[in-house]
């Protein structure tokens, strides 16, 4: 059994707070590629990555997102999203309301591990105004916008947050 991937996903925390060191570009394309290796529907790769250094766009997506100034402290943010036209491509409707978005969350995880085993800090957004994103960025109009990642050296690690015990959240059915 590989123990350090249990011990990633129990050591892994939502970092809000980044010292301004810079990310270099090999670390950003770990990351990406990591995102690259989630399960997904039928091997459709239906997701697409917007990765964003600049100052300003960083400052607008942190007003997108309810004023979390911490989005606009990062070095590095990424954008995740669906892509819409390949799934339903592969998958007709189902494909684009739910393949693509639970690829694209699988690709959002692995990149928020890939962080952590890379001694960053990470955090995942879903609160934000997708149309705000969208007219900011002016993605690709296939491309649904499903998270922000926010990158960045930790300046603040925060605590375990705990867990509710297993046996609240799940059932056996015999």
């Known amino acids: 059994m590989n123990e350090g991937v249990l011990e990633a996903l129990k050591t892994r925390r ?3 707070a980044y010292l301004p060191n810079e990310i270099p570009d090999r670390t950003i394309a770990q990351i990406l590629t990591a995102g690259t290796w989630a399960p997904t529907a039928g091997n459709v790769q239906a997701w697409y990555f917007y990765v964003i250094r600049d100052s300003y766009l960083k400052e607008k997506l942190a ?3 309810l004023q979390q100034k911490f989005i606009a402290q990062a070095p590095v943010v990424i954008l995740v ?15 684009e ?9 699988a690709a959002a995880q692995n990149m928020l591990l890939a962080a952590h085993a890379l001694d960053l800090g990470a955090c995942w957004v879903g609160a934000f105004d997708e149309r705000s994103v969208v007219d900011l960025l002016g993605i690709m109009p296939n491309h649904r916008p499903l998270a922000i990642l926010s990158f960045g050296k930790p300046g ?19």
């Open 81 to 95: 999203c669906a892509d819409l036209e390949k799934a339903r491509n592969a998958y007709k409707k189902r494909g």
């Open 156 to 174: 603040h690690i925060p605590t375990d947050p705990g867990r509710l015990p297993l046996h609240q959240v799940y059932s056996e059915i015999d």
């Open 14 to 16: 939502s970092v809000r």
């Open 97 to 105: 309301e739910l393949y693509c978005i639970q690829d694209a969350a």
């Open 63 to 65: 007003a997108a997102a």
